[in-house]
């Protein structure tokens, strides 16, 4: 009897290893850049980050044909998440990562989580943006939240399964960015390098326990403490000063991409904290600052790292999408990360050692002539470090020539679909005396330790407007340009039909070719529409998802908003689902 009770037990613990490896294999199948495209399971659709359905039923000779399946109305809050879908089921945030499950034919609501992360952030509400986006893996949807936590849910029920914190109360850390989960690892970064003395870092977690399986941090720490690794003392020789005291910044607030034949994570850093570098400590390239760093997915160990802007002093973070592709350059096939960062150039890069292949600008770029192919480094202006009391007028901004809404690329046109900005600034240097830059001297709410004049007194017509602009990034040639209404553009998705998707901050949602920019079908959508599309199948059928709302950080810069009239308080926040042949109408 005993042996008949143990031998039971055996063959149903065996049986659960099996469902759940089988689940686990299932789950990353479903990530893979191999992917069918019926379901949009992470931020980009699959781990390399490319924002493309390979979906064709909807194309550019139907598209036409594209009507409203459904919409659904969503209380205040942000609302420029990337929504998910698995299995026939959305899944998207609002607001402060209240996460909404709803049946993607009908629209209907499921459930909803509310982490409360307003209660909870206390201090770190004064920067806050809401989420960005959340992840699916294995049953589970994963979200961050204001106050830093990294919670797993349940998928089907809405009840969360566990949560980590992934920061410390008393700092200055908060997560907006959206989780990546690939093989069993779920790995988040955080915000918090323009406030505050933070130190940037992403960890991983075990995506079935939230067990803590490493962390790389992206700037070094005090040396009297020892370092972390090797990476980190080698970093600690670009640095001048006690940087440590400041905190350096470098934080991993939003691009991660994950290449799933060589298990490698790609971390793409922020700005230095205080911007200005002579407040951090003076010269040195400030390693990893504004940089790509590669890193072993199941250990976090440092693998290669490259970086765009050596010592920045101008918010120009590397924190924009990353996506992989292997594309026939120079008549040799490359395996590369392709990147267009805040500081105006785009960048392809072999992926397998960080080595730069080419680097040319998409927008009107004036802190440096070019990017040295030899030794990957910019030739700069000289005026462009604003130093001595001078006033640079400087392209790009420091909201960038990109911002965080996704590009997208096409392995079938093999063009990149970028969301251009094209926007000066003036920089003046702060007097750096008595720490007095620690109190006073507020742009845009950042201690910065210098001037920072969004308005520049420029006659330049391009200054403040923004374009979706089709690259090819095998020739560094702009295919096409579409000028795109204000000077924000939104997110944008690509599709196997022969399609762009893009919304804007003139309320329509619209659909190009991909091959030659032409407008094909646009739908009033009555509010700015700035978070990133998906696509997904059901039933056989494709459907196309967006939500509608500017998000926190375009409200902020409402002198540029003022020719569209958007109430962010009062704006309609909708989710808004396409299907070809789809008869719904919005409210009035």
């Given at each position: 009897m005993k042996l008949r009770v143990l031998a039971a037990l055996l063959c149903a613990a065996l049986l659960g290893a099996c469902q759940k490896s089988d689940g686990a294999a299932n789950a990353d199948a479903r990530i893979s850049d191999k992917s069918d495209g019926v379901d949009w399971p992470a931020?980009?659709?699959?781990?390399?980050?490319?924002?493309?359905?390979?979906?064709?039923?909807?194309?550019s000779e139907n598209v036409g044909k594209l009507g409203l399946a459904w919409s659904l109305d969503l209380g205040p809050g942000n609302s420029v998440t990337a929504p998910i879908a698995v299995d026939g089921v959305l899944y998207f945030a609002t607001g402060y990562s209240v996460v909404h499950a709803v049946d993607a034919k009908s629209g209907?609501?499921?459930?909803?989580?509310?982490?409360?992360?307003?209660?909870?952030?206390?201090?770190?509400?004064?920067?806050?943006?809401?989420?960005?986006?959340?992840?699916?893996?294995?049953?589970?949807?994963?979200?961050?939240?204001?106050?830093?936590?990294?919670?797993?849910?349940?998928?089907?029920?809405?009840?969360?399964?566990?949560?980590?914190?992934?920061?410390?109360?008393?700092?200055?850390r908060y997560i907006t960015g959206a989780p990546r989960v690939f093989r069993g690892v779920a790995i988040i970064g955080h915000g918090g390098g323009d406030v505050g003395k933070t130190r940037g870092y992403a960890?991983?977690?075990?995506?079935?326990?939230?067990?803590?399986?490493?962390?790389?941090?992206?700037?070094?720490?005090?040396?009297?403490?020892?370092?972390?690794?090797a990476a980190m003392e080698a970093a600690a020789k670009t640095w001048s000063g006690e940087w440590w005291k400041l905190g350096g910044g470098g934080?991993?607030?939003?691009?991660?991409?994950?290449?799933?034949?060589?298990?490698?994570?790609?971390?793409?850093?922020?700005?230095?904290?205080?911007?200005?570098?002579?407040?951090?400590?003076?010269?040195?390239?400030?390693?990893?600052?504004?940089?790509?760093?590669?890193?072993?997915a199941k250990t976090g160990a440092y693998k290669w790292h490259y970086q765009f802007n050596p010592g920045d002093t101008w918010d120009y973070n590397a924190a924009m999408d990353m996506q992989l592709a292997e594309l026939k350059i120079g008549g040799q096939a490359r395996k590369v990360v392709m990147t267009a960062p805040k500081n105006g150039f785009f960048y392809v890069i072999d992926r397998t050692n960080g080595k730069l292949i080419s680097a040319e600008p998409y927008v009107k770029v004036n802190w440096a002539s070019k990017i040295d192919l030899a030794t990957g480094r910019p030739v700069e202006n000289p005026k462009a470090r604003y130093q001595n009391g001078e006033t640079f007028v400087m392209w790009p901004a420091p909201i960038g020539a990109h911002s965080?809404?996704?590009?997208?690329?096409?392995?079938?046109?093999?063009?990149?679909?970028?969301?251009?900005i094209q926007k000066a600034a003036s920089w003046t240097d702060y007097e750096l005396k008595n720490d007095q830059w620690e109190h006073g001297v507020p742009n845009m709410g950042v201690r910065a330790a210098a001037m920072v004049d969004m308005f520049p007194k420029t006659k330049d017509p391009g200054d403040g407007v923004s374009f979706l602009v089709a690259w090819d990034p095998k020739t560094q040639k702009e295919k096409w340009r579409y000028k795109t209404p204000g000077f924000l553009p939104a997110s944008v998705m690509a599709t196997g039909g022969g399609l762009v998707f893009q919304g804007g901050l003139d309320g329509q949602f619209n659909a190009f070719s991909a091959d030659a920019g032409t407008k094909l079908w646009s739908f009033p959508a009555q509010a700015a529409v700035m978070a990133p599309p998906i696509s997904y199948s059901i039933?056989?059928?494709?459907?196309?998802?967006?939500?509608?709302?500017?998000?926190?950080?375009?409200?902020?810069?409402?002198?540029?908003?003022?020719?569209?009239?958007?109430?962010?308080?009062?704006?309609?926040?909708?989710?808004?689902t396409f299907v070809l042949d789809g008869k719904a109408t919005l409210p009035p």
């Open positions: 931020y980009g659709r699959s781990a390399g980050e490319q924002h493309f359905s390979p979906l064709k039923q909807i194309n209907k609501l499921l459930w909803t989580y509310d982490p409360k992360a307003p209660e909870a952030a206390k201090h770190k509400l004064r920067q806050g943006w809401g989420s960005r986006g959340i992840a699916w893996w294995n049953g589970k949807i994963y979200t961050g939240t204001q106050d830093g936590r990294l919670i797993a849910i349940d998928a089907k029920t809405g009840k969360p399964v566990w949560s980590t914190m992934t920061v410390e109360e008393s700092d200055s960890t991983a977690y075990d995506a079935e326990t939230g067990k803590q399986l490493w962390r790389f941090y992206t700037v070094p720490g005090n040396p009297a403490d020892g370092f972390e690794n934080t991993v607030w939003n691009a991660i991409t994950y290449d799933e034949e060589s298990d490698t994570i790609y971390l793409g850093t922020g700005n230095g904290s205080p911007w200005n570098q002579k407040a951090r400590g003076g010269p040195g390239d400030n390693l990893y600052l504004c940089s790509i760093i590669a890193v072993d965080w809404q996704p590009m997208a690329f096409s392995p079938k046109t093999e063009l990149v679909y970028i969301p251009a039933d056989g059928k494709q459907y196309v998802t967006v939500l509608t709302g500017l998000g926190t950080s375009g409200g902020l810069l409402g002198r540029l908003l003022e020719p569209f009239k958007i109430d962010y308080r009062t704006q309609k926040r909708r989710v808004l």
